[in-house]
T-cell receptor, first 112, second 110 residues
Framework: DVKVTQSSRYLVKRTGEKVFLECVQD?????MFWYRQDPGLGLRLIYF???????EKGDIPEGYSVSREKKERFSLILESASTNQTSMYLC???????????FGSGTRLTVV | SQQGEEDPQALSIQEGENATMNCSYK?????LQWYRQNSGRGLVHLIL?????REKHSGRLRVTLDTSKKSSSLLITASRAADTASYFC??????????FGAGTQVVVTP
């Protein structure tokens, strides 16, 4: 089974800090995604990547950036954390476009 | 933007009963997928139905798709307490990206 590992389960950061959320997959999946999940809003796509060095904006990229230097690792960066970025962050992968996704366990980030 | 909208938002049933939830979407799709999320965890892929399929089964799950009505339903038969979770539908756009709905929260009581 594909395993998608998110480095932290819970994280508390201060406003203005630069925050790195790491996601690592142990299979050879091309596609990786970052979503945030908020009550009543479902999952919203922040950024995605279909290849190493490639990144594309999702629906809500403002305040975020990403890095994909290696195929197995996709990092989400909050350049200057704000309280409205308090959320559950979910990383997902898929082997091909339109395939089912495998999700990590999520990182619950609180910005104070 | 949310593509899929689940209905109802919440569902409470007893063990052994069937649970049905619906999903409506707005634009044409390549496929539609259903996911389950246990409290505070990541989502788990349950089933994928392609736009040219009308019905699909997987264990106690039955999914239907009506592309003319832009709707899908997920039926869980003979529910168990372990089925307590949130269920999400997701539609794949032309680029293969998934758009998720807000989910249906299902509680199964013993």
């Amino acid at each position: 089974d594909v395993k998608v590992t998110q480095s932290s389960r819970y994280l508390v950061k201060r406003t203005g800090e630069k925050v790195f959320l790491e996601c690592v997959q142990d299979m050879d999946h091309e596609n990786m995604f970052w979503y945030r999940q908020d009550p009543g809003l479902g999952l919203r796509l922040i950024y995605f990547s279909y290849d190493v060095k490639m990144k594309e904006k999702g629906d809500i990229p403002e305040g975020y950036s990403v890095s994909r230097e290696k195929k197995e690792r996709f990092s989400l960066i909050l350049e200057s954390a704000s309280t409205n970025q308090t959320s559950m962050y979910l990383c997902a992968t898929s082997p091909e476009a339109w395939d089912g996704y495998t999700f990590g366990s999520g990182t619950r980030l609180t910005v104070v | 933007s949310q593509q899929g909208e689940e209905d109802p938002q919440a569902l409470s049933i007893q063990e052994g009963e069937n649970a049905t939830m619906n999903c409506s979407y707005k634009t044409s799709i390549n496929n539609l997928q259903w996911y389950r999320q246990n409290s505070g965890r990541g989502l788990v892929h349950l089933i994928l139905i392609r736009s040219n399929e009308r019905e699909k089964h997987s264990g106690r799950l039955r999914v239907t798709l009506d592309t003319s009505k832009k709707s899908s339903s997920l039926l869980i038969t003979a529910s168990r307490a372990a089925d307590t979770a949130s269920y999400f539908c997701a539609t794949a756009d032309s680029w293969g990206k998934l758009q998720f709905g807000a989910g249906t929260q299902v509680v199964v009581t013993p």
